[in-house]
C-alpha cells in the first residue's frame, strides 16, 4: 500500500440511541470529519481528554489504499468494508 495515498475511513464501533439519532454499530459515520466524530465523546461517556483519534473507543478505522476506494467504503457497512478490502489485496 502507497502511504501516500492512503485514506483512514471511519465506522461506528458501537451503537448508540439518542432521543433525536441512532449511530448503528458498523455503520461508516455520515461525516468522514474527527472533529464531528470527537464530538460524540461525550454522548458515548468518554471525556474529551485529548487521546489520540484512534484510541476512541466507539471508532473503528480502517485505510483504504486510495481516495477513489475510500469514497466507495463510506458507502458500506464495516463488514462489506473489510471484504471490499480483502478483495483489492488479490
Sequence with gaps: MNEWTATPVYFIRQTLKTPRQLLKKG?????QDKRDIRAWSEAFGVPDDGRPFSEL??????????AEAAAKMV??????ARAYLKELQR
Design 27 to 31: 455503520d461508516a459515520w455520515d461525516r
Design 57 to 66: 473507543p466507539f471508532v473503528t478505522t480502517l485505510v483504504a489504499p486510495s
Design 75 to 80: 458507502s458500506m457497512t464495516l463488514d462489506q
